[in-house]
């Protein structure tokens, strides 16, 4: 899958997806941002996601590698 597979998904609805599938525990030991790791939250994880792209592009390289059920 490319990048081009993210195509009209939100940053907001791929965030909640990984967060339901690992949890903020097994996100922040997948991806070690202090945004997943310390008191973490989608409002202060997005506002973080959307100002440093390679923080960004490592969410989203997560999320078109996991094999999600349903």
């Keep these: 899958?490319?990048?081009?597979?993210?195509?009209?998904i939100t940053l907001e609805s791929l965030l909640t997806r990984l967060v339901e599938h690992y949890g903020w525990d097994g996100l922040g030991r997948r991806i070690a941002i202090n945004c997943f790791i310390k008191d973490p939250s989608i409002k202060s994880s997005l506002k973080f996601l959307r100002k440093t792209?390679?923080?960004r592009e490592q969410v989203e390289k997560l999320y078109l590698e996991t094999r999600f059920t349903t």
């Design 1 to 8: 899958m490319s990048v081009q597979a993210l195509h009209g």
């Design 53 to 55: 792209p390679w923080a």
